[in-house]
T-cell receptor, first 112, second 112 residues
Framework: DAKTTQPNSMESNEEEPVHLPCNHS???????IHWYRQLPSQGPEYVIH?????VNNRMASLAIAEDRKSSTLILHRATLRDAAVYYC?????????????WGAGTKLIIKP | GAGVSQSPSNKVTEKGKDVELRCDPI?????LYWYRQSLGQGLEFLIY????????KSGLPSDRFSAERTGGSVSTLTIQRTQQEDSAVYLC??????????FGPGTRLTVL
């Protein structure tokens, strides 16, 4: 399985944009890039996913490098409620189980 | 509508006892996953159910772990002869179609 590398933690100021990086140098052409986040004492929640093109939704934007070996989750204006562990995960489109292989993620700390 | 629910929210048991953890997925979701999460770690896949197909049990760590899903809805994860290393948060997720998995709040299991 292709793996992802993320920083253990990041800090950001409230109401500023946050860029969370993820490296996936061994990604294959059929792997989707997923992002989930886990707020304290809660189950994970879906944030966004993409394949090749940049994606936007109400929660965040996903910027995917042209060679697809890295991606960046962008929170446009962080709030204290965005403090969570953010997971970058690859899923093979040929995997009918939609199984996700989770790493340790990035702990995002938001400073007021 | 209601999300994924899990019960109990917390379970403390003695080493050697059996435990049952319950998951109620979102109505209409045909796929159901069980994961476990040790403190400060990412999620570890345990088992996957999809409709009436045979479950994917490839993540179960030992034969003390088993799960069933009755009527394509509620699922029960059973751990027999619990050990201290079984202590973790057990998370359930369901999915209808597409990529997004919806997670429950988890059951925190503590084996004394």
């Amino acid at each position: 399985d292709a793996k992802t590398t993320q920083p253990n933690s990041m800090e950001s100021n409230e109401e500023e944009p946050v860029h969370l990086p993820c490296n996936h140098s061994t990604i294959s052409g059929t792997d989707y890039i997923h992002w989930y986040r886990q707020l304290p004492s809660q189950g994970p929640e879906y944030v966004i996913h993409g394949l090749t093109s940049n994606v936007n939704n109400r929660m965040a934007s996903l910027a995917i490098a042209e060679d697809r070996k890295s991606s960046t989750l962008i929170l446009h204006r962080a709030t204290l409620r965005d403090a969570a562990v953010y997971y970058c995960i690859l899923r093979a489109t040929m995997d009918s189980n939609y199984q996700l292989i989770w790493g340790a993620g990035t702990k995002l700390i938001i400073k007021p | 509508g209601a999300g994924v629910s899990q019960s109990p929210s917390n379970k403390v048991t003695e080493k050697g006892k059996d435990v049952e953890l319950r998951c109620d997925p979102i109505s209409g979701h045909t796929a159901l996953y069980w994961y476990r999460q040790s403190l400060g770690q990412g999620l570890e896949f345990l088992i996957y159910f999809q409709g009436n197909s045979a479950p994917d049990k490839s993540g179960l760590p030992s034969d003390r772990f088993s799960a069933e899903r009755t009527g394509g809805s509620v699922s029960t994860l059973t751990i027999q002869r619990t050990q201290q290393e079984d202590s973790a948060v057990y998370l359930c997720a369901s999915r209808r179609t597409g990529n997004e998995q919806f997670f429950g709040p988890g059951t925190r299991l503590t084996v004394l």
